[in-house]
């Protein structure tokens, strides 16, 4: 059996991630790629979504910690 990994965002969602991150990383120079890894845990998908496309676009240079993306925002 393969081994099965718990993640904090719907599933649909952290394959967009997933594949918003190798798409980007095709994009990039080998010594500014993305790391998947350090974010595939992240709960706020919303918020890592929108900063890949901004990096895409040019306007952002790189990606928050990690921990930026497990903030919940108070209501």
Known sequence: MSESI???MPFD????IQKDFEELNSK????KKL?????KYCY?????SFDLYCIG???K??????????KKEIK
């Open 6 to 8: 718990k993640i904090n």
């Open 13 to 16: 969602k952290w394959c967009r």
């Open 28 to 31: 990039l120079p080998e010594d």
């Open 35 to 39: 790391d998947f890894e350090k974010y």
């Open 44 to 48: 706020n998908w919303g918020r890592l």
């Open 57 to 59: 676009a040019g306007i």
């Open 61 to 70: 240079e790189a990606l928050r910690e990690p921990e930026f993306y497990n």
